[in-house]
């Protein structure tokens, strides 16, 4: 299965999610968020193409990291890939961090597959980047309607349970 990354894959990223990180950019988005962070991702054409085996293979030779975390662009307009690379973190004992401008409860009403590979992350970063709410105090997020999400408890509670709050 082929994925569009919008760059090769980043370790040791300490803003990214707690703990040591790795982060999977991937390609393509359509929130185009204003002063968004990453604009060259939007383009869906853009980027490199990998293989999902190539990514896993990657992943499997990390060292001293603690988790991974998909960003982009939105790994939601990939979720078949970005299950796949979800679960094979999993199976490493890697936690799975996952930034989006989709909205949990958007998320809730979309597709089988971007359902389930919500089920397969540990933590989600929901919300479009809106540049009124901008802040530098917000702790790996850049405005302040965004979301730190413990999605299990969530799920588990159908309702938003934060993982984290500033």
């Not at 707690?18 to 060259?40: A, D, M, S, Y």
């Not at 896993?56 to 060292?63: T, W």
């Not at 939105?74 to 989006?100: M, R």
Request: with cysteine.
């Amino acid at each position: 299965m082929k994925v569009r990354l919008a760059a090769n894959i980043q370790p040791d990223s300490i803003v990214d999610g707690e703990g040591i990180r790795t982060v999977i950019w991937f390609q393509g988005c359509l929130h185009h968020c204003k002063e968004c962070h990453n604009p060259e991702t939007w383009n869906f054409d853009g980027g490199i193409e990998f293989d999902v085996e190539e990514i896993k293979a990657e992943i499997k030779n990390l060292k001293y990291q603690n988790g991974v975390t998909l960003s982009g662009g939105d790994p939601f307009f990939q979720p078949i890939a970005a299950l796949e690379i979800a679960k094979y973190a999993h199976s490493l004992g890697l936690n799975v961090w996952c930034y989006t401008g989709f909205t949990f409860e958007e998320l809730l009403d979309e597709d089988i597959a971007k359902k389930e590979f919500l089920k397969n992350i540990d933590v989600l970063i929901d919300g479009r980047f809106e540049i009124a709410k901008k802040s530098l105090a917000c702790k790996f997020r850049g405005s302040t309607n965004q979301r730190i999400i413990d999605v299990t408890k969530s799920l588990e509670n159908n309702k938003v349970v934060l993982y984290y709050e500033d």
